[in-house]
């Protein structure tokens, strides 16, 4: 009898495995149908979206809206496919959007990482109060320091230039130097006090042996940084009007304002914020397995 009912137990469904896959599988479909709905409108006809609206499908497909973007069409053929006829130096934004991303994340990296490191490991009076004042510093939302920091950079003479763009947080944020202390933790100290038996010092201790051991959460904390960064609008409209400095993010927005006949450009909107996704999404899937092996990432391995 006892045979039969584990017989039984082992033949009924895992009702619990089978919630918690659908419900994933839902959640799912929720998270990619908005980048498969932008897909679909960016290799659509901007004229013929309005003839089906509910296709899942692009709408008489072209490549148009590409080369909109790209600066490979002429204004008539604009015009033709349902766009507004305005140009977008993809080129150029795209230029900007690199410089800025890439210099910010340069600079958070490196200079929180030796702050982090000194909250972590250096001993001085009133460590954990400054350290303290780090993280009630993650409670105040960024909106409430743009226009001091605006205002410091127009003092400075830094509007429409990279400086201005870059400064604010080119040396610290909170989050990235609480980041990475929690790691710095972690790390065994007899591997530094060894270090320090051979005569190395602070310096030559965290760049030869501490930075090596940190590639998963250093490469974390890159990825993060550069995405927030690359995806970041309101700064950049604030201090970056000008061409010569100004990020896809906000161009996107110009782009979307230009509609001399009242209707936004879709297909060419949707289209220039799928290539300027491309180099997020490259990032992420080059490196994603290391942002993955670093969650939990404690110590030595």
Known sequence: MSQLTLAGRRRSLPWGKIAAWTAMIFFLILTIFPFLWMIRTAFSTTRSLASDPGSLLPVDFTWGAFQRVLGLSTVEQSVAEGGSGASVNFWLYLRNS??????????????????????????????????????????????????????????????????????????????????????????????????AIDGAGKWRTFF?????????????????????????????????????????????????????????????????TLVAALPVLILFFAAGKKVINSIGYSGMK
């Open 98 to 195: 690199l410089v800025y991303s890439t210099a910010v994340t340069i600079g958070q990296v490196v200079f929180c990482s030796m702050a982090a490191y000194a909250f972590a490991r250096l001993r001085w009076p009133g460590r954990d109060a400054v350290f303290g004042l780090f993280l009630t510093a993650l409670l105040v939302p960024p909106i409430f320091t743009s226009l001091p920091n605006f205002v410091l950079i127009k003092n400075m003479g830094l509007l429409n230039t990279f400086p201005g763009l870059i400064l604010p947080t080119f040396f610290m944020t909170p989050f990235a130097v609480f980041f990475m202390r929690q790691f710095f933790l972690g790390i065994n100290r007899e591997i530094e006090e060894s270090a």
């Open 208 to 272: 030869q042996i501490v930075v090596p051991m940190s590639s998963a959460p250093i490469a974390t904390l890159s990825i993060l940084t550069f995405i927030g960064t690359w995806n970041d609008y309101f700064w950049p409209l604030l201090v970056g009007s000008d061409d010569n400095v100004r990020v896809l993010t906000v161009a996107l927005g110009v782009f979307r304002s230009q509609t001399p006949q009242g209707s936004p450009d879709w297909a060419g909107l949707m289209a220039a």
